[in-house]
């Protein structure tokens, strides 16, 4: 990874690259990253595009400064807050949300996620905060899942505990690569590998097959104009840390 930027700053640019104009985006609980990418998007290529910070309920919050969590005080302040009850519902209905930012615990080679539990359910390794908004990722046109633990541990054959289930996954954004789905096996195939990483790099970290085409493109690195106002929406740096 280039000194000139932090690994954390290069998947904030890769995934606001993946939102459009128009989008309506939904974040869970932990929303530093894709706040971050919808702010950049919003502010280089997606003027119409609207975020929604998780349980918080702020629709488009102004902050001067990116929150580790998605009930912050900090997030007040913009054109409205939505109660919980009305967050649940949006993102149920099908016809709001276009993007759902989502995480885990675990993520498997189809996409699904796990927020719940590692290992046996009753006597679990490691227990989650719980599915909260995943069991609605099929309801929404596309999920951009991410992960700053691009390990065998997160990424495994099939998740110990479907919180939500893969079909809508387009794209996953880690540390050490892009994976998009092969539309074909429906697995995640390795669309991208970061500058200084290796297609082999990223399996090694992998805990199932990726698909791997012929060639596997070097993710395009931040911008001249992408870092700097990428900054200018991160002044603390919360990324770079």
Same mark, same amino acid.
């Given at each position: ?8 700053? %290069?998947?904030?640019?890769?995934? @606001?690259?993946?939102?459009? $104009?128009? $989008? ?15 702010? %950049? ?18 629709? =488009? ?14 997030? @007040? ?34 996409? =699904?996620? =796990? ?10 390794? %490691? ?52 994976? $998009? ?8 195939? %390795? @669309? ?31 911008? $001249? ?17």
């Amino acid at each position: 990874m280039s000194d000139s930027y932090a690994a954390a700053e %290069l998947m904030a640019v890769a995934l @606001a690259r993946s939102f459009r $104009d128009g $989008d309506v985006v939904v974040m869970g609980a932990v929303p530093a990253l894709p706040l971050a990418a919808c702010r %950049l998007a919003k502010a280089l290529h997606a003027p119409s595009l609207t975020y929604l910070v998780g349980g918080s309920g702020a629709v =488009n919050p102004p902050a001067a400064a990116l929150t580790s969590q998605s009930c912050d005080p900090q997030l @007040a302040g913009g054109p409205c807050m939505l109660p919980l009850p009305e967050v649940v519902l949006l993102e149920g209905r099908g016809d709001v949300l276009d993007v759902f930012c989502a995480g885990g615990l675990q993520i498997d080679a189809h996409g =699904n996620c =796990n927020l719940v539990s590692v290992g046996d359910y009753e006597r679990p390794k %490691l227990r989650g905060p719980g599915s909260v908004g995943l069991p609605f990722l099929t309801a929404v046109q596309r999920v951009v899942a991410y992960t700053f633990a691009h390990t065998p541990r997160t990424f495994v054959e099939r998740v110990d505990f479907v919180s939500g289930a893969g079909d809508r996954t387009e794209l996953v954004v880690t540390p050490l690569a892009l994976l $998009d789905v092969d539309p074909e096996s429906r697995r995640l195939r %390795l @669309a991208s590998v970061h500058p200084g990483v290796s297609g082999e790099d990223v399996q090694a970290q992998t805990g199932f097959e990726l698909v791997v085409p012929e060639v596997v493109p070097e993710t395009a690195p931040p911008t $001249d104009d992408e870092l700097a106002e990428l900054r200018r929406l991160d002044p603390t740096r919360v990324l770079a840390a």
